[in-house]
């Protein structure tokens, strides 16, 4: 079975804070994403990574940057967090053309 | 860029009761997933539909693609407690990387026993 994993279930953070978010997958996989889920707003994607060093940007990046220096392991950074981005968080790694998700980041910025 | 709309938000049915929902893109879909999110937890990968016309069906759900490729359902019949949450079609970008998904926004079905 794919498992993909994140590094905290649930975080507090203060304004300002610098936050990472790690994302762990254990099927090779060479493409992972992050995503932010809010109640009305769907998964919307933040940023996207195609392989090693390598990342796109989703629909909505600002405020967000990413590192992907392992095939595995695809890490989230709010430069300095603001009370807009808390959020659930939810990392994703493809498949075959599938996206595996892990079970979420639930960030609360104050 | 491209926008995947879902309908109902919300459905609240009775045990028993069919569930139907709809996706619709702006432009036509290479293919189109569907995943379920039970409450509390993520999305789970349903089902990939790839031809014009397409029905698959996984016991008690059927979903169908749309010849013109925009369009797209899941119906469930005689709904149980147990197809609670937040169902999610998603399709590709359009003009970018094939691997990314846009979500619509889902639809939340409750289940009265």
């Known amino acids: 079975d794919v498992k993909v994993t994140q590094s905290s279930r649930y975080l507090v953070k203060r304004t300002g804070e610098k936050v990472f978010l790690e994302c762990v997958q254990d099927m090779d996989h060479e493409n992972m994403f992050w995503y932010r889920q809010d109640p009305g707003l769907g998964l919307r994607l933040i940023y996207f990574?195609?392989?090693?060093?390598?990342?796109e940007k989703g629909d909505i990046p600002e405020g967000y940057s990413v590192s992907r220096e392992k095939k595995e392991r695809f890490s989230l950074i709010l430069e300095s967090a603001s009370t807009n981005q808390t959020s659930m968080y939810l990392c994703?790694?493809?498949?075959?053309?599938?996206?595996?998700f892990g079970p979420g980041t639930r960030l609360t910025v104050t | 860029g491209q926008q995947v709309m879902q309908i109902p938000q919300y459905q609240h049915v009775q045990e028993g009761e069919d569930f139907t929902t709809y996706c619709n893109s702006s432009t036509t879909l290479s293919n189109i997933q569907w995943y379920k999110q039970r409450p509390g937890g993520h999305p789970v990968f349903l089902i990939q539909l790839v031809k014009s016309g397409e029905v698959k069906k996984q016991k008690r759900l059927t979903f169908q693609f749309g010849e013109a490729k925009k369009n797209s359902s899941l119906h469930i019949t005689a709904t149980q407690t147990t197809d609670v949450g937040t169902y999610f079609c998603a399709g590709p970008y359009s003009g970018g990387s094939n691997y990314k998904l846009t979500f619509g926004k889902g639809t939340l079905l409750t289940v009265n026993p």
């Open positions: 990574s195609y392989d090693v060093k390598m990342k």
């Open positions: 994703a790694s493809r498949g075959v053309y599938e996206q595996y």
